[in-house]
């Protein structure tokens, strides 16, 4: 049995703190993307550039928390997850990059096509150009962490905490088991003071709902 049937992934997303309090204009891309009560679902597994947009203008320090559910669509070895942020535009179509932004990702593949990613669990930067156009930044193995994907697990949270420094260009994805602990990743410095209007939530090949903290 391979190792995704049990890959509980459930990012849920916390859109920037001012917009807490209502949900921000959106607009449904690609995927099947529906609200049931309080959860967002993209429940179509064959998606592979499943995308939702976000309007929220971004500048200065940013602070995003995901907590996401896995709903299924992995079995076969494979899926994803991420967060374009600080995107100067929103396509509403299918399209790998997201105008000018960086994507933020979560990914699990037991034969990734290229060296650059690490094989199982990882998490990757890319710098986006254009809706085609993206190049990868950095690239992180996170297989010690797998230990953590069992049955019993399945389907339990896991909050992530990432904050943005606009300003400066810097990223900290905080360790989801030590609240202390984090990757510092630095952008582009000619794209630095970062700012942009959109969000983009996407997944790749798996079926997730997503708790707004709205």
């Given amino acids: 049995m391979k190792k995704l049937v049990v890959f509980l992934f459930v990012v849920s997303i916390t859109l920037p703190l001012y917009a807490q309090t209502q949900i921000p204009e959106y ?6 993307w529906g609200f049931t009560g309080d959860r967002l679902f993209q429940d179509d597994p064959g998606a592979r550039l499943a995308k939702v947009n976000f309007k929220v203008p971004q500048s200065g320090s940013i602070l995003y928390e995901f907590n996401i559910r896995y709903e299924g669509g992995a079995e076969d070895g494979h899926g994803g997850v991420g967060l374009h942020v600080f995107s100067d ?3 509403n179509g299918a399209s790998w990059g997201c ?3 960086y994507l933020l990702w ?3 593949d037991e034969n990734p096509i290229s060296k650059a990613i690490p094989k199982g669990l990882s998490a990757q930067v890319y710098r986006s150009y254009t809706n085609s156009r993206m ?3 950095q690239s992180i193995s996170l297989s010690n ?4 994907l069992t049955a019993e697990n399945l389907g339990a ?3 992530f905490r990432i904050e943005v420094y606009g300003n400066t260009g810097d990223i900290r994805v905080y360790d989801p088991t030590d609240s202390e602990q984090y ?3 630095k952008v582009e410095p000619r794209d630095v003071p970062l700012k942009g209007d959109w969000v983009a939530l996407r997944t790749n090949g798996l079926k997730a709902s997503f708790a707004l903290g709205l």
């Fill in 27 to 32: 607009r449904f891309a690609s995927g099947r």
């Fill in 89 to 91: 535009t929103a396509y």
């Fill in 99 to 101: 105008g000018k932004s």
């Fill in 106 to 108: 979560l990914n699990y």
């Fill in 135 to 137: 190049e990868l930044v």
């Fill in 145 to 148: 962490y797998e230990r953590f």
């Fill in 157 to 159: 949270p896991v909050s």
């Fill in 183 to 185: 990757y510092l990743i």
